[in-house]
């Protein structure tokens, strides 16, 4: 993703003084993301700032795969149908991705369905979340579409330091007036910020309640201590109508050799699932493939169903706050 020759905002800047002291912050940083995280590059290009982001989503997408990820898509519509607002939020989804000069890829598309669950589920529920936190967000398009659908609302982007930098320019290019903050360890949010960036070890920082946290196909790529941590924290900040919404691979073997299970997240009995199983929008993707002499229909590779490596899982639950019995 190219940004030159835009100035980077203020709380970019803010980001990459971090990242130039601590990108991968100790304890908080898995042998996936210390491995894939120095393929991640933020080079300056005269006054502007380039993005090379590795390993967490794609948001390009050229012309000529256009077709095929709309017949992706169309794929998945016994699942879509079922969601009454998923017409609405990807209509919205369509606008910001082409504002932001992103594809459809399929990762914007998931991000789009996921908030159309979580909409059906405010719905039927009577609830209007107003302050909301984002676990690995990648790009910060799911981020970046609350805010748009939820204008009132206050978001909490919570990662590492090189991948906030890609969330903060999605979200000053999303809504170059809104107030933004960057949360260190300690320190305080702005009263007027609307989204505010947390390198993980200020998670603590920021206040509660949270009405609603997303964690899409992160913790699955965290250590153990990392998604402990951030299981408290939301125990801590949880009311009466907070819901964490959890997308994660079943098990997944990291470079350095942890396992992240997802059976065993510090979840409790005494939390109340209100979602729970396979995640039917995340089974498969289409890519083009052709064997050395296969054909060819019209000049276009002939599309073939990709599974991803392992079942993913997704979860909505009330967690239960700490103490509780």
């Given amino acids: 993703m190219k940004l030159a020759p835009e100035t ?38 005269g006054s502007g700032l380039a993005l090379h982001g590795s390993a967490f989503g794609t948001v390009t997408l050229s012309s000529a795969l256009a077709p095929l990820r709309a017949l992706e898509r169309l794929s998945y519509r016994r699942v879509t149908s079922r969601l009454s607002s998923c017409r609405s939020v990807w209509a919205v989804a369509r606008r910001l991705a082409r504002q932001l000069g992103f594809g459809l890829t399929f990762d914007i598309w998931r991000q789009a369905v996921a908030l159309a669950l979580l909409t059906d589920h405010w719905d039927a529920q009577g609830l209007s979340p ?5 676990f690995g967000d990648g790009y910060g398009f799911l981020s970046a579409l609350v805010r748009r659908m939820r204008p009132e609302s206050s978001v909490y982007c919570i990662d590492i330091p090189k991948t906030l930098v890609f969330q903060a320019c999605t979200h000053t290019r999303a809504e170059p007036g809104a107030s933004m903050a960057v949360l260190q360890p ?28 997303v964690g899409i196909a992160c913790m699955q790529e965290m250590n153990a201590f990392t998604i402990a941590a951030y299981f408290a924290f939301l125990r801590r900040r949880s009311g009466p109508e907070s819901r964490f919404y ?13 396992v992240s299970c997802f059976a065993e997240y510090p979840w409790q009995p005494e939390d109340e699932i209100f979602l729970d199983g396979v995640c039917p929008y995340y089974t498969h993707f289409l890519a083009p493939y052709t ?11 002939v599309p073939f169903v990709n599974h991803f490596d392992g079942v993913t899982l997704h979860r909505l639950a009330h967690l239960a706050p700490l103490g509780a019995t």
Avoid at 291 to 301: D, F, Y
């Fill in 8 to 45: 980077p905002a203020p709380v970019v800047e803010d980001l990459l003084r971090i990242v130039d002291t601590d990108p991968f912050p100790e304890g908080y940083t898995s042998s996936y993301w210390k491995h894939y995280g120095r393929q991640t590059r933020l080079e300056r290009e």
């Fill in 130 to 134: 107003r302050r909301f936190a984002f």
């Fill in 186 to 213: 300690g320190g305080d949010t702005p009263a007027e910020s609307k989204v505010c960036f947390v390198v993980p070890p200020a998670v603590e920082s920021v206040p509660g309640p949270i009405d609603c946290a």
């Fill in 246 to 258: 959890c997308v994660s691979r079943s098990r997944k073997e990291l470079p350095g050799g942890e």
């Fill in 291 to 301: 064997l050395p002499a296969g054909p060819r229909v019209l000049g276009i590779r």
